[in-house]
């Protein structure tokens, strides 16, 4: 089935192996050749940075060197043009399925650097998506943790600003990795749609990288998406049983409209049974023999990200 996956880190992958571009990377857990083969409408490709010690212990760059580099990874594969132009013909079915759109996305907004400026710079290089922070405080917010002092804290005064000036410039907020206080101030001073790229439910896994009931239920009110996460340590056990689990408890939570695909691939190192494109596709076809109606399964696989997108990146 053709699907949208909100998140993978295969762009930092490709950097890491010295590849030019991703049209083929065997060692990876996804390329563009196993993407169109998969079937593949969309991925969500995240320039993810490593903390800044292991940034420059591993590849000698700082922050902005290495998007440069993960950028031109990333343009290499896909030439310069804006992609999601194409969303809205196809959403209200003036135009065929364009063969593969990719999007761009920065894993951490740290690179903003306290800068509104730099919204604007991102998106004319391309940046459609950014997730709010990664594990560590950064000049946007503070991550998720067990650690209920950090947990409960909210957007930083820039934080609040980046989201408005995200709003107006069409970049998609994304609160994964953020903390509990952080999603309430996303909710609270948003006025588009948002997304949880690559997260699950809390309540099926017990985790604070996964959404509540309550917070699955705003992302519902406002038009956001929710992206399954394949990694095992977040969905619980890995595998596509336990996501079942969390999609049948996040439809149930807040509805079919907020389901989508987040496999996180090449963000994880344990072994899983679902490490490639052909398992995301294959994801939607299980749930659908599982008791997922077509259409919950046709918005999971892809109409939700693609109305989301076409709500968002105008
Ligand atoms: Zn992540």
Not at 59 to 87: L, Q, V, W
Not at 106 to 111: K, N, P, S, V
Not at 273 to 296: N, Q, T, V
Request: net charge neutral.
């Amino acid at each position: 089935m053709r699907y949208i996956d909100l998140h993978c880190d295969t762009l930092t992958r490709a950097l890491e192996l010295g590849a030019r571009d991703m049209l083929s990377l065997p060692e990876a857990m996804l390329d563009v050749r196993r993407l169109r083969a998969a079937g593949a409408l969309g991925q969500v490709f995240a320039v993810y940075f490593p903390p800044r010690s292991e940034l420059r212990r591993r590849f000698g760059m700082d922050d902005e060197a290495f998007f440069c580099a993960c950028a031109k990874i990333y343009h290499n594969t896909f030439g310069r043009s804006r992609s999601p132009r194409g969303f809205a013909h196809f959403v209200s079915g003036r135009a065929d399925p364009p063969a593969f759109f990719p999007v761009l996305s920065l894993e951490d907004g740290r690179i903003l650097s306290g800068k509104p400026g730099n919204i604007a710079r991102f998106r004319d290089l391309g940046v459609q998506l950014i997730t709010l922070t990664w594990n560590e405080p950064n000049c946007l917010g503070f991550p998720c943790s067990s650690d209920a002092r950090i947990m409960e804290r909210g957007l930083t005064p820039f934080g609040i600003d980046a989201v408005w000036e995200m709003n107006r410039r069409g970049v998609a907020v994304d609160v994964s990795h953020l903390s509990d206080g952080g999603f309430w101030d996303v909710l609270r001073h948003s006025e588009r749609p948002f997304l949880a790229s690559h997260s699950n439910a809390r309540a099926v896994h017990k985790h604070p990288r996964n959404l509540t009931d309550d917070m699955l239920r705003a992302i519902a009110r406002r038009g956001g998406i929710v992206g399954l996460n394949f990694a095992p340590s977040i969905s619980g056990t890995g595998g596509s049983e336990q996501l079942l689990r969390h999609a049948r408890h996040i439809l149930r939570v807040g509805g079919e409209d907020i389901l989508a695909l987040g496999s996180d691939l090449d963000g994880f190192q344990e072994s899983s049974e679902l490490c490639s494109a052909r398992h995301i596709a294959a994801l939607p076809e299980y749930f659908h023999g599982s008791g997922f109606s077509c259409d919950a399964t046709e918005k999971l696989a892809y109409r939700n990200a693609l109305r989301f997108f076409e709500d968002v990146c105008d």
